[in-house]
């Protein structure tokens, strides 16, 4: 195996699947199914989920919300992806842990670092939910952050693409795909990875990326035992 400990970054709109909006069932189930194929290798893994199928705290702006209101709203989001996530996983067997960077004790621990590490080096699968429990921070920034402080190998993102593209693969035909950039070759190109504060969080702490198809079976055990899968940031 390649990595011993690895932070998984999912995207709240890929749990539509085919819906427009709220949780697929079935996505839910797949994610569940490759998250424990992984994690029945020995592997450590902690997980951030995004909340954009419920809501993103940018949109609540255009609709008259407060931004930092929103944003508390965007984090709350997060939270009932993660109970959701929380479930499908113990469902197919996993212990997990959901750790919420807000005050939620009915329903989650506060992060607290040294017991983030603890849950991992026991087996279970944490979650961490409610971003950094600040505004003006995206679910990217909680990854890179989290994935630091829990001295993560890797930083996994996984999404409806196979990797980091010159250009939209879904709006622009001749985009091609790259296998690897440097941090500083991907900042100079502008290459939408993450938000900025993520991108140069992990760039400071030498902390590698990989972006990669979360939709498509097998690729997480892929990348986990060292195939090349997606595109490598380092």
Do not use: W
């Not at 893994?45 to 609540?60: C, K, T």
């Not at 993560?152 to 980091?164: A, I, P, Q």
């Amino acid at each position: 195996m390649k990595y011993k400990r690895i932070l998984l970054k999912l995207s709240g709109e890929a749990l539509m699947g085919e819906k427009q909006h709220g949780i697929d069932s079935n996505r839910l189930e797949q994610y569940a199914d490759e998250i424990k194929s992984a994690h029945d290798k020995g592997l450590e893994i902690a997980i951030v989920i995004g909340g954009g199928n419920i809501f993103r705290g940018v949109d609540g702006e255009k609709s008259g919300i407060d931004r930092v209101q929103g944003d508390y709203m965007g984090m709350l989001a997060t939270v009932i992806n993660a109970m959701a996530l929380q479930s499908a996983l113990e469902k197919h067997g996993m212990y997990t842990r959901l750790m919420s960077g807000l005050k939620m004790e009915q329903v989650c621990e506060p992060f607290i670092r040294r017991r983030a590490i603890r849950h991992l080096e026991k087996g279970r699968i944490v979650i961490f939910g409610a971003g950094i429990g600040n505004p003006y921070f995206t679910t990217d920034s909680t990854a890179s952050l989290r994935a630091i402080e829990i001295e993560s190998d890797v930083v996994l993102k996984g999404t409806r693409v196979d990797g980091v593209y010159t250009a939209d693969p879904e709006k622009d035909p001749a985009a091609t795909k790259y296998n690897e950039v440097s941090f500083q070759e991907a900042y100079e190109k502008g290459l939408n990875i993450m938000d900025m504060t993520a991108f140069t969080l992990c760039m400071e702490n030498n902390l590698p990326i990989i972006v990669f198809d979360m939709n498509k079976s097998g690729n997480l055990l892929n990348i986990v035992n060292g195939k090349e899968v997606g595109t490598l940031i380092s």
